[in-house]
């Protein structure tokens, strides 16, 4: 039921883990099935230098985080805000359509963690 890219995504995640002097968190959980994504930033000269997830949920969920690490890394702030869960699924060349409710917690998280880092920059 999963593209080989998801497949690939979820056995071989990149980006996973904590990051001690991240400047910006973001957590978004899923109401539905209480599943949760965290993402790591850290941004410097409004670059996103480095970006790493932690993951408790289901295959496409960690997929979806995996892939967004990777479309958002090195990117500036405003173009990472560009980045919407649609695009997190087509980049993974779709999720089953019960699975899409799964990629809208990466793209939320790093809007949230960005939002973190501009309130923590004073802006
Ligand atoms: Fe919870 Fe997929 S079932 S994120």
Known sequence: MYT???MDHF??????????DANGIGEVGNATCGDIT????KVEDNIIK???FKTFG??????????LT????????????????????EELDGLPPQKMHCSNMA?????????DYRKKQGA
């Open 4 to 6: 080989e890219k998801v």
């Open 11 to 20: 056995e071989n995640p990149r980006n996973v883990g904590e990051m001690a």
């Open 38 to 41: 965290k993402i790591y930033l």
């Open 50 to 52: 480095d970006i790493k």
């Open 58 to 67: 289901c295959a496409a969920a960690v997929a979806s985080s995996s892939m």
């Open 70 to 89: 990777e479309m958002a890394k090195g990117k500036t702030i405003e173009e990472a805000l560009i980045i919407t869960d649609q695009m997190v699924a």
């Open 107 to 115: 793209a939320q998280a790093m809007h949230v963690a960005i939002e």
